[in-house]
């Protein structure tokens, strides 16, 4: 046998090898091939990621229907190996990059490594007995595609960062520990650190943020990660990512069922946080600022009440209607800092804020609002691009007249279950200054999924990492 061996499977941490064809002498190979409508006995069916054994080392996997082929059933294929790997031990694998040759999808490869590498995600930190995840694949071909693989590396291990720590319960993530583990990626990765403690934030006037934070063990933070960017003269993309570390509504306190997600409130921070190490790694040139207000919604003898009223970062006065209506509290006082502290060119917030965009749009898109047209067409087209989709909805003045405050300026919830994605959004809109262009994505519906998804198991997605990161290298 001439030339390097193809390394045998090594069980751990997906690892992802460029090899040539003349340097794979024997392993089992994967083929990529276009899925049939009709499939006869021994052909690969219509489904993307579908896989069918050929026997003497040759497995393959379908791409989808030929005429629907696209970033997205590519993906599906790469997880569809991954997950079908799970079954097996010890083998050489290797997957021919051939199939992917006459497909018009730019950058076919990147989608691949990154369903290879997303659909191998298992949150098993807190397993003592780990199960057969982890595989060494040999992606066999031109060693061109190496800039792919670099990418899909950061882009996958981003998300599954934001996972990890989304699935993380709330006895072990809570306000501090997240401000701890987010120290960590900013020293990981050479980005600046700041966290503001409780004192500090009633000091400054935060009431709003170290109001729901005051029922807890562990009062509220605002954490702070800057990338500076290769072009520091550009104002910074500024972003806002609720971490409610766990949500039980507080006094206006969740039903059992509704309270056993609540884990993963923290979503839209821990994405914010995952984003930061990608802006990073891939060192992309606009300067980013990430704001993580954190906090947990607790009952107890600190805890706010139904009918406070409380004064935010702003001025503004906020009367607490609903105690479980928490998250644009510790969002509008973030909101209120990035302005005050940083010039953004653009304020992006994203959260898991309403059952409202859970009831509007499921687990297919994001809701997304703001008052700057082309700021939400180039998000949504960066959504397009990553299959993180998002759907335009309204927040015209009328709907104000919900949430007018009768002893305050404005109330957290109107108290009426209409439009209340809107109602979430029109509150947060109090809260940006003329002049800066802001977008919300409300990821209620998507954060998550209560069944396995193509190429994630139930839990958290990592929605919007690749999303918000496509959209400012799109800059
Ligand atoms: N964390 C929830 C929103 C949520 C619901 C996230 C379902 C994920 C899945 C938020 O804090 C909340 O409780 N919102 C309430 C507000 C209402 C009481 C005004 C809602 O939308 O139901
Ligand atoms: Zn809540
Ligand atoms: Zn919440």
Redesign the pocket.
């Given at each position: 046998m001439n030339g390097p061996s193809p390394p045998l499977i090594k069980r751990g941490k997906m690892k992802i090898n460029l090899i040539s064809s003349s340097d794979w002498k024997e392993g089992l190979t994967f083929k990529l091939v276009k899925g049939i409508k009709n499939p006869p006995p021994g052909t690969v069916g219509p489904k993307a990621g579908s896989i069918l054994p050929k026997g003497e080392g040759l497995v393959e996997v379908s791409l989808g229907r030929s005429e629907k082929i696209n970033a997205e059933a590519i993906r599906k294929a790469g997880a569809g190996i991954a997950k079908w790997l799970h079954s097996y031990q010890d083998l050489a694998v290797g997957v021919d990059l051939q199939g992917l040759a006459d497909l018009k999808v730019t950058k076919p490869v990147l989608a691949l490594s990154e369903g290879l590498l997303l659909g191998n995600f298992k949150f098993d930190q807190y397993k003592t007995k780990k199960e057969n995840v982890g595989a060494t694949i040999n992606l066999i071909g031109d060693e061109g595609f190496q800039n792919e693989i670099d990418e899909a590396v950061i882009l996958a291990e981003g998300t599954n960062l934001a996972r990890n720590l989304a699935h993380t319960p709330a006895n072990i993530i809570n306000p501090a520990t997240l401000a701890e583990r987010c120290e960590d990626i900013a020293k990981e990765n050479g980005l600046a650190f700041k966290v503001i403690e409780d004192k500090e934030l009633k000091e400054m006037g935060a009431g709003a943020l170290v109001g729901v934070g005051q029922g807890s063990q562990t009062p509220s933070r605002l954490i702070i990660m800057k990338y500076a960017g290769k072009n520091p003269d550009v104002k910074p993309v500024v972003l806002v990512g609720?971490a409610?570390t766990f949500?039980t509504?507080g006094y206006?306190l969740?039903p059992n069922a509704?309270m056993l997600?609540?884990k993963?409130?923290k979503?839209g921070g821990v994405t914010v946080a995952a984003i930061m190490q990608t802006v990073a790694r891939l060192g992309i040139d606009t300067p980013v600022i990430g704001l993580i207000p954190a906090a947990e919604?607790m009952v107890s003898k600190q805890a706010y009440r139904p009918s406070d009223i409380i004064t935010s970062l702003s001025g503004k006065t906020i009367e607490v209607?609903?105690t479980?209506?928490?998250?644009?509290l510790i969002m509008c006082d973030a909101i209120t800092y990035a302005q005050r502290q940083y010039d953004p060119q653009a304020l992006i917030d994203i959260?898991?804020?309403?059952?409202?965009?859970?009831v509007a749009l499921g687990g297919v898109r994001a809701g997304i609002f703001g008052n700057d047209q082309s700021l939400i067409d180039g998000l949504s087209q960066a959504g397009e691009k990553v299959h993180e989709r998002l759907w335009h909805l309204p927040i015209d003045e009328e709907y104000f007249d919900l949430i007018k405050g009768g002893d305050s300026d404005i109330k957290?919830?109107?108290?009426v279950?209409i439009a209340?994605?809107v109602?979430?959004a029109m509150f947060l809109k109090q809260f940006v200054e003329e002049g800066t262009q802001w977008a919300h994505i409300d990821?209620?519906?998507t954060?998550?999924v209560n069944k396995p998804a193509a190429y994630c198991p139930t839990g958290a997605t990592g929605f919007g990492m690749r999303l918000i990161t496509e959209y400012i290298r799109s800059l």
């Open positions: 609720k409610i949500d509504g206006s969740k509704s997600g609540m993963y409130d979503c919604n209607t609903n479980d209506a928490e998250g644009r959260a898991t804020l309403t059952g409202g965009v859970v957290n919830s109107g108290g279950p209340t994605a109602q979430g990821i209620a519906g954060g998550t």
